[in-house]
């Protein structure tokens, strides 16, 4: 067994003794604040080591000459009636690692799950986290604390070893008890930590419970607020309210780059009770109720500089094109044999361009934060997916110690990777200041399509080739702006040039549910299709024959299988397409059925069939429920969403103007889980979303013949 | 606008206001009675978060206003709740983990629950074309929808 060590083993670092760390440093503080009892904290190790650490490292500088300091990344705690608590950076917006965080900690541990409490995103409580996203959080910060309740677990053990004078293989950790196994006689871990002040550091190397003897994680444990949830009680950050609180509102520009040329705040501050704050680009308004606060930013007169000219959504794949950066520059460029060669054994080759629009998160609860000042010390309540990464612009723009800062973040109503920037957070602290009282800021609709930033459109340039035994000889496949996730093939290819041209995107971009995987996994699988059928081969025995990896081979029949592909009878308009991908430990495979009903008639989806192979499987339940809602989100993106603008001025920034998928637009789908027991788990929040736009390109191509390239494929609803 | 009287039972209890009759009914119920449950998701009726029943219809309480709800009955989610017991439809949906962020929920139950007045025993396609008005993001129709008949198959037992 191996014992985590005490406190003297954690570095001393400057930032340490004033972050928030230095409570871990300072045992009895820290322990007097919890309450006494037994606190492991889990070391963040080499690449997930923190932005933010390594920037206040350069602040602060550590010992001169040391090794670099290690910071922490999660912390749990058991005090003296048994509960346990865990605190951690990451937050909760639907995909429910509020449970399944608290599953595997209640599984190493041996509580109910009922015992665990989360304190998640609030940066005054929990260690600094980079964010929550790229699917990271299960396999992670879960394994990081199934290695922390593990260690405590231990530190338990030996805690009733010693008291009872037996060795710790004596004493066995069940139910929230340890118990001798000779005679059953057993101590509750409420009596065990009670009186402790135990402060340890978990070994990275500490053995963890087998996940085929799971009896808590690994199950499908409802959600855990759930009635809250549907009895409206919970309090999402936009339903957030403070004592004396007024609304603000911010000045927007007519277009994506004006520059605020001239403002006049006279009429909006002669107004009563009325606050107007202009500082260089920012100008905005608080007054004690919405309606007044709207009035005042009608009155501003403010005169914009346009931006340069640049594109609009027709003619945005041309522009991003010619504004690329040349081939063959970028370091993401994967090469491997001679593409000129590969041309030279090829009898036949396909050239194609596959595009994607600029798309929207859209999540239903648009931003929104309540900011409160209590002197020079800051409190924001908000709904973000980097609540340090809020806090850091805060303390940057007020210029301002990260312990007059404190962020808290509600369980919160979705990102989708549209909720990382902290420009809400900053125009909502100033506001309140302005304003000497509490502020809220909630973005319209308009502001969130507007305001945020979008899925990165791209163009993806691909050209293939296929020997006279019907086999891949080549492939090239260049990503322009989009990205590089998902960028390289799985398929095996003797001669392939992978590689991102960045070029200059005419509206916001940032991330988005799977990256750039959503317009990668489209063209490459599209491709295989068309290159499929220039071999005569069906798609499926095209893809088996060049696999390799049996995760995905296995994901793919399981697909096929479910679906009934190889028994589809053909039916007048109807059609069937597949698509495969493996990305960030994961395989996800989907089958589609659809119908057209005419010619130039609506596209309906009929079935969907998807198998998705993450790993081990925490909560199955809840898994299915990513694939579920990352294909109804994908369906989105395939077929209907994309934004229209020209020159930096969004047209369509409404729900009545951008269609999404609705419940009539989703068929039941069908998911397939693939559990790997022997596998740590992986994380399902993205994936997922990868095969349903090239399934359905797919799909239309066997009903109609017709090859769509552009995403999204059928945006009326039909073709 | 200049301030009115106004009066309007909510969830049961007859609530008295003054206020700008041209405020939206979503605004008066959030801020004036901390009834926060119908939520703001795009203020032009087209994603349902804004649910309320008015006399027990459907009404997007981010378009209609307080002058119009006056002399009205509204029911909010809040307001499904009995001594404890939650709505069948309520119930449903925890049973199928039918939401994820939860954030349209209270709109989509209460959607749910009038659908299930004017219509008890809904076919599947009846339940997406009455709940088309919704949107759920997060993908979790396909659980609404068996929620919803588990709820009408709950009532008829």
Known sequence: MTRPNHGDRLPLTDRE???????????????????????????????????????????????????????????????????????????????????????????????????????MGDTAQVPFDNGTFASQTTPIMGLQLRKAAAAAREELEATAAERWQVTPDEVAARDGKVVRQRDGTALTYGELAA?????????????LTRTETWVVAGTSVPKRNARDIVTGRHRFASDWKRPGMWHGKVLRPPAYGAKLASVDLSAARGMPNVVAVHDDQFVGVAAP??????????????????????????????????????????????????IEEGKRASSQTVEASYTAAFIAHAPLEPRGAVAEWAGDNLTIWTGTQRPFGALMELMRVFELPRERIRVLVPDTGSGYGGKHSAELEVETARLARAAGRPVRVGWTREEEFAWGYFRPAGVVETAAGLDSQGRLAFWSFENINSGTAGLDTPYRV????????????????????????????FARESLMDELARAAHQDPLSFRLAHLDDERLIATLQAAVAKFGW????????????LACGAEKGSCVAACVEIALDGPGGSLRVTRVVQAFQPGSIVNPDQMASQVEGAVAMGIGGALFESMRF?????????????????????????????????????????????????????????????????????????? | MPLVQLELEVNGTRQQLRVDPERTLLSVLREELDLTGAKYGCGEGSCGACTVLIDGQTHHACKSTI?????????TIEGLERDGALHPVQQAFLDHNALQCGYCTPGMILGAVALLQARPHPTEDEIRDGLNGHLCRCGAYQRIVAAVQTAAGRASS
Request: hydrophobic share 40%.
């Open chain 1, 646 to 719: 020209e020159d930096g001025v969004l047209r369509n920034g409404q729900f009545s103007r951008y269609r999404m998928p609705r419940p009539r637009d989703v068929p039941s789908i069908e998911v397939v889980l693939l559990n790997r027991p022997e596998l740590l788990p992986t994380g399902g929040g993205e994936i997922p979303i990868v095969a349903i736009a090239p399934a359905l390109a797919n799909a239309i191509h066997d009903a109609t013949g017709q090859r769509l390239r552009s995403l999204p494929l059928a945006p009326a609803g039909r073709l």
């Open chain 2, 67 to 75: 002058a119009e709800a006056a002399g009205k009955s509204i029911t």
């Open chain 1, 566 to 577: 190889r028994d589809w009878t053909r039916q007048e308009g109807r059609g069937i397409g």
């Open chain 1, 494 to 521: 003797p001669h392939r040039a992978v590689e991102f041209r960045p070029s200059r995107p005419p509206m916001r971009q940032g991330a988005y549910r799977a990256l750039a995987s959503t317009l990668n996994h």
């Open chain 1, 17 to 119: 003794r004033t972050g928030l760390n230095t409570a871990l440093l300072d045992r009895r503080a820290f322990l007097k604040r919890l309450g006494g009892g037994i606190a492991v904290a889990c070391l963040a190790t080499g690449r997930h080591r923190s932005a933010f650490g390594q920037a206040m490292d350069h602040e602060r500088r550590p010992f001169a000459g040391d090794k670099e300091p290690e910071a922490i990344s999660a912390w749990l705690h058991v005090d003296g009636q048994g509960r346990v608590t865990v605190y951690t950076g990451k937050v909760e917006l639907g995909q429910n690692v509020r449970t399944s965080l608290g599953q595997v900690v209640a599984e190493e541990l041996r509580v109910p799950f009922d015992s665990v409490d989360l304190i």
């Open chain 1, 289 to 338: 109720d919405e309606a007044t606060a709207a009035r005042a930013l009608a009155a501003i007169q403010a005169t914009w500089d346009p931006p340069a000219a640049t594109c609009n959504d027709r003619n945005l794949h041309a522009y991003l094109v010619d504004n690329a950066r040349p081939s063959g520059s970028d370091p993401s460029r994967i090469q491997q044999g001679s």
């Open chain 1, 195 to 207: 009186g402790q002040e135990f402060v340890g550091v978990v070994d990275d190397a500490i053995e």
